[in-house]
Each structure stands twice: as structure tokens, then as C-alpha cells.
């Protein structure tokens, strides 16, 4: 029998200030509800110039090796998910690798599907170590983005930022996942895209929702088809662009198997919610979205989950969608206790930013790139600009 291969620990990062949706609701002349209830969302986490998809990518990472406790020593594989990228060509996770002082001896590449980034790095990792490449090493898999849109949009309320970092491993303490049992699917659209030219992401709203409920329909399929078995799935996170999505979502699956919305909503409260309530006060997180939910899910209820079958579903515009399904590890209680997950949303942890001072970030944004690298700041890891040569500068507690 061969070892189970999974998800070892998880965290993710945030970056310091939210915005409140009542307070953007209130500036834009709509009622709270609309955003609160309407979108299934309450904060949205905004980035500041000195934190971009590499800091947070490296915040995130470096919280999960001292919380874990593994050394990273071990790792031989690391991959970031992203469709922020910095750079054309070189990678984020070749920013990061530098910043926590991986080993040399490591795997290192970034990958790009809109959200499902970081699913195609997490699924190529649980592959390397499975085929006997990974040699008794670890992998870490990290989603990290920022979800801009123009402000006054219809998207704006959609926004988010953070980086969650997955330790993947044999043997792993969190997910056990049932590795090459996996529904996906394919198809060329435009439902959502960021041209080279610019930071804010463009989306036909409508056809997006459609896109990703038939992405997940045909996923589902495929995967029930061949791997669902007679277990049932205690519960089930999905891509979670903002919460309401998931709920859409879960009444489609529950379509597939026979039942109405009634009881689709009912079965929601028990097997989805759990699952929400981090992307809730974080907003959309692009590639780090569905792991941002098993974070939220394994820090409600591991205890309770233990030994049981929980089910995945990861959606990126273009489109991928994967379903996919893991069981919660012995022992996975006492690990995410050990992690403090829900650290990075404790009180204080963060700042409430006023709208003007948001309005005021966002006309920063289009200089952000071309910052100067004498600046400064108070982070762990930032972003410091770039030098003569546009290279770009980053502050670690390791210089």
C-alpha cells in the first residue's frame, strides 16, 4: 500500500487594510445589502504599493514553514499559481524561492489559468511526488493575486487580495487527496481576461457565472461518472469569487443529483457555508479563492471532519475547471489548531481604510510598477520598486 500524498498544513496572508462594503456601498449610493447579502461578502482586502502578488506569495510561505514546522530544507518543489504576474518571464515563485532561501536543489515555476493556477501547480505537485520524483521532499504550492477592477465598476465590489501557501507532502497531516480521480474540463472562451496592457480585469458578468456553472456541471460529471463511489461528500468547497457564487454553484451540483433548490439551500447551510465565512471578510482572491475556503472549512469544523470525504471544485476563466476530492487526515484537528489559521483576521490584525484613502491607493496603482527602489517600508516582505536596470526590489527579514 502506498502512502496517501496530500495537503501537510495551510495558511494564507493578507494584506494590512480592508475596505467595509457598507462604507463602499454608502459612497456609491446602493444599499448595503446589495453587496453584504447580494454578493455573500462583507470586507474586501486592498493591497498598498508595497505589496504585490511576491510579498504576499513570500508572507504567505513564510508563515506556513513556522507554523508547520517543517524545515525548508525539505522542499523540492515550488510553484506559484498566479495570474498577477510582475514579469513576463521571470517567475513569482522565483522571487520567493530567493526570499525564504529554498534549496537550490528545487523545482521552480509559475503557472497560469486565471484561478485555476494554482490547482494545476498543487495537482503537478501531488503528481511529482506520487511518480518517485520528489524523493522523500515536500512541495510548496502557493495562489497569490490581486483582484483589481476600475473603480465605480460593477466589478469593484469584487475585489480582493492575500496569497494562501500549501505544504504538499506524503503522509500529509491535513488532506488525504485521491490522486489521478479527477473530473475536468475544457473550453476556449472569454468570459474574463487582463490584457498585457493593464492592471484592471475586464468580465462579462453574465457569461462568466454561465461559464463557470457549466464548467462545473461537466466536471461534475465526469468525475461522479468515474470516482464518486457509494461515499457521499461531507462537504464541498468551490471557487469562491464572492460568496453567492458558491451558493449558485452548489444548487448546479445539487441539480445533477436529483434535488430542487429547497433542499439544495438546506443542504448548503450544513456543507458549503462552513466554508465561506474567510473569503467573507477577504474577498476574491483569484487562484488562492477555493484554498482560502478549505482553510475556512478545516478551521470550523477538522475536528468534526475527520476521516471523512470532502469534495473540491476549482474554476478558471478561459476556461479549466477540476472536481476533485480529498479526506480529512487522524489527527487534522490538533494540526490546524497549531496553524492559528484565522491569525491574519484577529482583531487588529488589519486596518479599516476610509474610501478616500482607498480612492486614493487605486490612483497610485498605475505607478506602482515603476516605484524607485531607495523606498522603504515596514513590512516583513515588500515591495521596494525598481532600479536602473527595472529589476525589481524586495525587503526580507532574512537581509
Not at 447579502?37 to 506569495?57: F, K, R, T, Y
Not at 468580465?203 to 456553472?213: A, H, P
Not at 451540483?253 to 456543507?271: I, N, P, V
Request: aromatic share 8%; glycine share 8%.
Amino acid at each position: 500500500m502506498t502512502d496517501p500524498i496530500g495537503i501537510d498544513a495551510i495558511t494564507f496572508s493578507l494584506p494590512r487594510s480592508y475596505v467595509d462594503l457598507g462604507d463602499l456601498a454608502e459612497a456609491r449610493g446602493v444599499a448595503a445589502d446589495k453587496y453584504r447579502l447580494g454578493l455573500g461578502v462583507s470586507q474586501m482586502a486592498i493591497a498598498a504599493g508595497d505589496e504585490d502578488p511576491v510579498s504576499l506569495a513570500a508572507a504567505a510561505g513564510s508563515r506556513l514553514l513556522a507554523t508547520s514546522g517543517r524545515d525548508p530544507r525539505e522542499i523540492g518543489f515550488c510553484a506559484v499559481g498566479t495570474e498577477t504576474a510582475v514579469d513576463h518571464s521571470k517567475p513569482v515563485s522565483s522571487y520567493v524561492h530567493g526570499l525564504l532561501g529554498l534549496p537550490s536543489r528545487c523545482r521552480v515555476f509559475e503557472t497560469k489559468h486565471a484561478c485555476f493556477g494554482a490547482t494545476a501547480a498543487l495537482l503537478s505537485a501531488t503528481e511529482w511526488i506520487a511518480s518517485g520524483a520528489a524523493r522523500g521532499r515536500s512541495a510548496l504550492i502557493i495562489a497569490s493575486d490581486i483582484a483589481r477592477y476600475e473603480v465605480g465598476s460593477p466589478g469593484e465590489p469584487t475585489q480582493g487580495a492575500g496569497a494562501v501557501a500549501m505544504l504538499v507532502s506524503a503522509r500529509p497531516r491535513l488532506v488525504e487527496l485521491e490522486i489521478g480521480r479527477s473530473g475536468s474540463f475544457a473550453r476556449d472562451v472569454h468570459d474574463f481576461w487582463r490584457p498585457l496592457h493593464r492592471k484592471d480585469a475586464l468580465v462579462d458578468g453574465k457569461f462568466s457565472v454561465q461559464c463557470y456553472l457549466d464548467a462545473l456541471a461537466h466536471a461534475y460529471r465526469d468525475w461522479k461518472e468515474q470516482f464518486a463511489g457509494d461515499e457521499p461528500l461531507a462537504r464541498t468547497c468551490y471557487h469562491v469569487p464572492y460568496g453567492k457564487m458558491a451558493h449558485k454553484a452548489h444548487r448546479m451540483r445539487c441539480s445533477l443529483d436529483g434535488l430542487d433548490e429547497a433542499a439544495a439551500d438546506r443542504d448548503f447551510e450544513t456543507t458549503v457555508a462552513p466554508s465561506l465565512r474567510f473569503s467573507a471578510q477577504v474577498g476574491n482572491i483569484y487562484a488562492g479563492s477555493l484554498y482560502l475556503a478549505l482553510a475556512s472549512l478545516l478551521d470550523a469544523e477538522a475536528a468534526a471532519l475527520e476521516g471523512r470525504r470532502i469534495g473540491l471544485f476549482s474554476y478558471g476563466s478561459g476556461c479549466a475547471a477540476e472536481f476533485f476530492a480529498g479526506r480529512v487526515a487522524p489527527g487534522a484537528a490538533a494540526m490546524v489548531a497549531s496553524l492559528e489559521l484565522a491569525a491574519p483576521l484577529a482583531p487588529g490584525a488589519r486596518a479599516r481604510l476610509t474610501i478616500p484613502a482607498y480612492e486614493a491607493l487605486r490612483r497610485d496603482d498605475v505607478a506602482a510598477d515603476r516605484r524607485a527602489s531607495e523606498a522603504s517600508s515596514e513590512r516583513p516582505f515588500a515591495f521596494l520598486g525598481v532600479d536602473p536596470a527595472e529589476r525589481r526590489r524586495y525587503m526580507s527579514p532574512r537581509e
